[in-house]
């Protein structure tokens, strides 16, 4: 294949898996797949996409018009055209097939001119979830209208308030709402420093126990708590709506504050004589709760003195609405939030678990450290009986190796057992890749310069720091020895099948891919004393 015709089949990939919901970097997709020591094929292919960890699956199918109509919309393909063979992507458009040459370029074939030179063979990869990051494409624009709408709100909650009554009014809300909100933190048990010294746990006090209670609820999906939120919410929207412009009048949300008041009675009577313990958080809403009826009957509005005007009662209807819906979105957003939280902790306990790592490891074939050159690049300890050494393949290009170098200095700053090789997996025939070159000189640093040096050129190289300015920055090597060590060190890695990077060895065996090399530090000890 030549250059040109893998420039457009990464891109042709790239294409292909963004339709499918999965981002690899182009960057990282050309490093892995180009990689392959059977680059350009099916097999190179399906290797990659699993390295990457993109659900794929090979398979030879009849090439008939019926397993055509059976495959997915889109998929790659092996053709024979011409005495040519090669792998497209195919693409069903109602009674022809598109074959992209490129992302810019596709020809049009009738479906008895594709299946003439399709061979059967197919690569398909499942279909990804999308995230709702890929609807915003980042977080500025999540930031910027949640930033606007505090300030609309903001200015609306200013204007909207023309006495020191409604003021009160106003800022009490304020706190109901954020005193609910604490009282919902400790529904979910996510006690912080305030809530835990308002709730000190007493013989005759605990947040918990009360809120836990069945009296906390109206229904088995309805608790007070939502109420609270609802009821402060709505009273907040009800005055932003004014800021803006509403004719709403003051006396519909001051009788709403009288009318609560007989929940506050029921809430005392519920903790005094059935659950006889106190939440001091749940006091707290009540007496916002009375403070604003008070404000009501100081301000000496005649709170039955509103029209029922139509229209008045649907904008306050849809503002609840509005107001219910958001909090039911939200408090489901947070629920599984949460939820994932916890499945996370569960999920960091058993991959960390060193006996459930153990089988993992110990199934990994043995592998060879010899490679046919001397002058090995080696960090850390350097005794050559190292109870933990860990060899890394790696490649300057390669997105993921970013991760594994970082690892790599933790471990180093860490126990002085342990050992680092750094092996690269580069294409030393070409002596203008960028991958070669930053290795090239990466290997002559080592060996020729102090390890503060080295150190500081090896963390750039796997920075953000784009290559040319690495080259710039470090030069270029003509050292041919070292040439021939890059050219032994991609050898070696085709001998032992480890045609992808980065791979993690540690004592000759590969790394489990079910676990993450960030979980290696808590396995080096157990490790040492199992190869000692």
Not at 70 to 85: E, K
Not at 204 to 228: M, N, P, Y
Not at 362 to 387: F, H, R, W
Not at 396 to 408: D, I, T, V, W
Request: hydrophobic share 45%; charged share 20%.
């Amino acid at each position: 294949m030549s250059d040109t015709g893998k420039k457009e089949i990464i891109e042709v990939l790239d294409l292909y898996l963004r339709e499918n919901n999965h981002h690899i970097p182009q960057s990282e997709l050309r490093v892995q797949f180009l990689g392959h020591p059977g680059s350009g094929s099916f097999r190179a292919l399906t290797d990659a996409l699993d390295h990457l960890k993109v659900p794929n699956v090979a398979a030879e199918v009849n090439a008939d018009d019926t397993t055509l109509g059976l495959l997915p919309q889109s998929f790659f393909a092996w053709v024979s055209d011409g005495g040519r063979n090669g792998m497209v992507l195919a693409k069903r458009v109602k009674d022809e097939v598109l074959v992209y040459k490129s992302v810019d370029e596709q020809v049009r074939y009738s479906i008895s001119a594709f299946l003439d030179m399709w061979t059967g063979l197919v690569v398909l990869v499942e279909k990804g979830i999308k995230t709702k990051l890929d609807l915003f494409r980042g977080n500025a624009l999540v930031s910027g209208l949640i930033a606007l709408l505090a300030v609309v709100s903001g200015v609306a909650l200013y204007r909207s308030v023309t006495d020191w009554y409604q003021l009160g009014h106003l800022f009490l809300s304020l706190g109901g709402l954020a005193i609910f909100g604490l009282i919902y933190r400790s529904e979910m048990g996510l006690n912080s420093a305030l809530i835990s010294k308002i709730c000190g746990e007493g013989e005759k006090t605990s947040c918990e126990d009360v809120l836990a209670s069945q009296g906390a609820s109206i229904f088995r999906w309805l608790k007070l708590t939502d109420l609270g939120i609802i009821y402060f919410g709505s009273l907040l929207s009800f005055w932003v709506l004014k800021g803006l412009g509403s004719d709403f009048e003051v006396s519909m949300v001051y009788t709403g504050s009288l009318l609560v008041l007989p929940i506050t009675v029921y809430s005392i009577i519920y903790q005094a004589f059935r659950i006889k313990k106190w939440c001091r958080l749940c006091l707290v809403s009540v007496l916002i709760l009375w403070a604003q009826a008070g404000v009501v009957l100081a301000s000496g509005t005649d709170v039955l003195s509103f029209s029922w005007v139509t229209s008045d009662l649907l904008g306050e209807s849809l503002s609840v609405l509005t107001v219910i819906s958001a909090w039911v979105i939200l408090k489901k957003a947070i629920s599984s939030s949460q939820s994932l939280q916890n499945l996370q902790v569960d999920y960091f306990k058993l991959r960390r678990d060193f006996e459930l790592f153990k089988p993992a490891y110990l199934n990994q074939p043995k592998l060879s450290y010899a490679v046919d050159y001397t002058s090995e690049l080696v960090l850390g300890n350097q005794d050559k009986d190292c109870a933990l050494k860990i060899v890394a393949i790696t490649n300057p290009s390669c997105f993921y190796c970013k991760e594994q170098h970082q690892q790599l200095v933790s471990l180093l700053s860490g126990p002085s057992e342990v050992q680092v090789v750094v092996r690269f997996s580069v294409n030393y025939q070409n002596h203008e890749e960028e991958a070669t070159l930053i290795a090239q000189k990466l290997m002559e640093i080592y060996h020729k310069a102090d390890s503060k040096t080295f150190m500081r050129a090896w963390h750039e190289a796997y920075s953000n720091m784009p290559q040319e300015d690495w080259i710039s920055t470090w030069g270029q090597s003509d050292d041919g020895e070292i040439l021939l060590g890059l050219e032994a060190h991609r050898k070696w890695c085709s001998e032992q099948g480890l045609n992808f990077t980065p791979v993690t060895l540690i004592n000759g065996r590969e790394f489990p891919k079910q676990f993450g090399l960030e979980d290696l530090a808590y396995f080096t000890e157990d490790l040492t004393e199992l190869t000692g």
